[in-house]
């Protein structure tokens, strides 16, 4: 009997594996000073386009965490791009975003060891995931030395934090940046109707090699 059509011992249809929808791409940065936030700019801008939507930059007040690397007052910015993006293609994209931190401290230099620090994630309707290259009870291992972690669910109209949720995030101050984000997500759903969309590994750029009870991102 085909895939498509096995049953249960029970006589229900069985589920079966489809591709995932497309998602959209966002990457939350933080910068030791504007200098270096204009510099990650412009080069999230030549490898991955215009950001569709941002989040203007603010002092970054949630923890210490990033002192020895950024300073004591890093500025946190949020990029939110509109092509339509693959959830499958999350550890390429860390893997591309971590090769872009050190071509920024090779360019920006001294007094900071690591003058940006890019936390690349996706937005799906219903909920927010995170990159990560640290491993914890509640992330899901993707490839390429990177997990997979829900940092906000959406639900009743609202986001929602969890447990494991990350101060900043769950504070509500990136709410406005993600619902503009998922509103352009559903407006191009309907519009383009440009639903699944089926990971090329060629689409991923060329890359070489906090206050929080677990591991930071």
């Not at 946190?76 to 090769?99: C, E, H, I, V």
């Not at 920006?108 to 620090?117: A, H, K, L, Q």
């Not at 994630?121 to 909920?127: H, N, R, S």
């Not at 009743?156 to 998922?182: C, H, M, N, Q």
Request: proline content about 9%; aromatic content about 14%.
């Amino acid at each position: 009997m085909p895939p498509s059509r096995r049953r249960s011992a029970k006589g229900r249809a069985m589920a079966t594996a489809r591709e995932a929808e497309s998602v959209l791409m966002f990457i939350g940065a933080l910068a030791a000073d504007a200098r270096a936030l204009s510099e990650a700019r412009v080069v999230l801008g030549r490898e991955f386009g215009p950001a569709a939507v941002e989040l203007a930059p603010a002092p970054f007040v949630f923890t210490q965490y990033y002192r020895r690397e950024l300073g004591s007052t890093p500025l946190r910015a949020f990029f939110g791009y509109a092509s339509p993006f693959p959830p499958d293609g999350l550890a390429g994209l860390k893997t591309a975003t971590n090769a872009i931190e050190g071509e920024l401290a090779a360019r920006i230099g001294p007094p900071w060891p690591r003058p940006v620090n890019l936390d690349p994630g996706y937005l799906a309707p219903d909920k927010i995931v995170l990159a990560s290259a640290k491993n914890f009870s509640h992330r899901i291992y993707l490839s390429r030395g990177v997990y997979a972690e829900v940092t906000l669910q959406y639900a009743k109209g609202r986001f929602v934090s969890l447990p494991w949720t990350f101060p900043d995030y769950a504070s509500g101050i990136y709410f406005d940046f993600f619902l503009e984000l998922r509103n352009l997500l559903m407006r191009n759903r309907q519009r383009l109707s440009f639903g699944k969309f089926i990971f090329d590994n060629a689409n991923c750029p060329s890359v070489s090699g906090g206050f929080y009870n677990g591991p930071g991102i």
